[in-house]
């Protein structure tokens, strides 16, 4: 048994996906539902025993105890977190509370269980905390990528939190030897991603005829990961991984934001060309830009590939019309996830753009 926190999330879904499609052991999978985790996304698991679901916030140290009790699990994966940037800066609160309570929490209740086991189980046991390159900074068009040694200089309410996170995770394994494993990851993209994020965002809001709203000057780049490529690294570190070590996780694919939302446009006027006849590319729309936004993320993932053994399979090319034709073929899952809290917050967040 391994235990999942935030798996019907975008991440943590596509890996209990993922590694129960692959015969991996049952998962007891802990998550509180939050706007960003959503049932229907597990629905392929429906009837299967290997998957036991528990609707839990991290925050809740006796629900959490009883968990460890009952299912007595070999490991932990740790995905749970509040994950938007932009609702960061407009609300912090909550990602203190998730991201560094909620960990904190999780921690002691891992270590409690975890000083219970025997000498081989304590031995085998890992705990692996899933984070961001975001805790790195921002950096110069000119400066070498983050690799494992870059110092933190988280610049959000969202990256912030997730420092502390990894900091805590840090001193678990430093003081009380608990077995951890951290991995900080550059952005994501592929299906069941919330449409708040850049390229669902773009997806959905292009086929609906909307402005796709690119901050400043569009040129903030990024280091894109198809997502089953980033569930590979953290199976690969949970097997593999030295405990009490960071991983960096990357895709070698540093992109522009406008180049990103011109790829997308371009793969729509192939797959499903606008009834006007008319290029998606002109729905696109500088706005105002997100406040203290990093120029630039970029990963170096050479550790990991020659310690571990891992590369991303995927190019930015191949995912990217993956996850379109996969937007595309999903339409009931986008209906069902952007409920009515999310209209608000695109109605609050992109005020004037339509
Ligand atoms: P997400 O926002 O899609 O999902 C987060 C999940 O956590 C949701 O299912 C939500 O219900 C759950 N959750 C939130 N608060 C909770 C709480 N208090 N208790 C229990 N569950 C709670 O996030 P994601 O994009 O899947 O990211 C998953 C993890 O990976 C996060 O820790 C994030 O920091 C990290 N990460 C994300 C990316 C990315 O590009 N998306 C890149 C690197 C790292
Ligand atoms: O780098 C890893 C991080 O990637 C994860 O830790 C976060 O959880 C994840 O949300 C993501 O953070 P970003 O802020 O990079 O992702 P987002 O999709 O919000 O934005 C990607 C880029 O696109 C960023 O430079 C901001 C820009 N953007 C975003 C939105 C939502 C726009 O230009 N317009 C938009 O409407």
Redesign the pocket.
């Known amino acids: 048994m391994i235990l999942v926190t935030g798996g019907a999330g975008f991440i943590g879904a596509n890996f209990v996906l993922d590694w129960l499609s692959r015969g991996g052991e049952p998962v007891v999978n802990v998550d509180k539902l939050t706007y960003a985790g959503n049932a229907s996304t597990l629905a392929p698991l429906s009837g299967d025993a290997r998957h036991i679901f528990a609707r839990v916030d991290i925050c809740e140290a006796a629900a959490l105890a009883t968990l460890f009790t009952t299912h007595r699990p070999r490991a932990v994966v740790n995905f749970a977190?509040e994950?938007?940037?932009?609702r960061s800066i407009r609300a912090p609160g909550e990602f203190v509370q998730t991201n560094v309570v909620g960990t904190f929490t999780l921690l002691e209740a891992a270590r409690t269980y975890w000083s219970g086991l025997d000498a081989g189980e304590k031995a085998a046991f890992r705990f692996v905390h899933v984070s961001?390159?975001?805790v790195f900074g921002s950096l110069e068009p000119d400066d070498a990528p983050f690799n494992e040694h870059t110092p933190y200089a988280p610049n959000s309410p969202?990256?912030a939190s997730?420092a502390a996170s990894d900091h805590f995770v840090r001193a678990y394994h430093h003081t009380y030897g608990l077995p951890t494993l951290t991995t900080n990851?550059?952005?994501?993209y592929g299906p069941y991603q919330f449409p708040?994020?850049?390229?669902p965002?773009a997806i959905t809001r292009a086929l609906k005829g909307e402005k796709l709203?690119?901050?400043?000057d569009?040129k903030?780049v990024?280091d894109w990961l198809y997502v089953t490529d980033h569930c590979a690294a953290i199976r690969t570190v949970l097997e593999r991984g030295v405990v009490g070590r960071t991983y960096n996780i990357g895709g070698w694919n540093e992109k522009a934001?406008i180049d990103v939302v011109h790829t997308i446009c371009g793969v729509l006027d192939e797959l499903r060309p606008a009834a006007s006849g008319a290029r998606y590319a002109r729905q696109i729309e500088f706005?105002t830009d997100?406040p203290g936004?990093?120029r630039r993320?970029a990963i170096d993932a050479s550790l990991i590939e020659q310690e571990l053994g891992w590369r991303p399979s995927e190019t930015f090319e191949t995912g990217i019309r993956k996850t379109v034709a996969w937007y595309l073929d999903h339409a009931e899952w986008v209906g069902g996830v952007t409920s009515g809290s999310y209209r608000e917050w695109l109605d609050t967040h992109?005020a004037g753009s339509n």
Do not use: F
């Open positions: 977190a994950s938007h940037v932009d961001t390159d975001e969202y990256s997730k990851c550059s952005n994501n708040e994020k850049l390229i965002l709203p690119v901050y400043g569009g903030n990024r934001n706005v997100r936004h990093d993320y992109y």
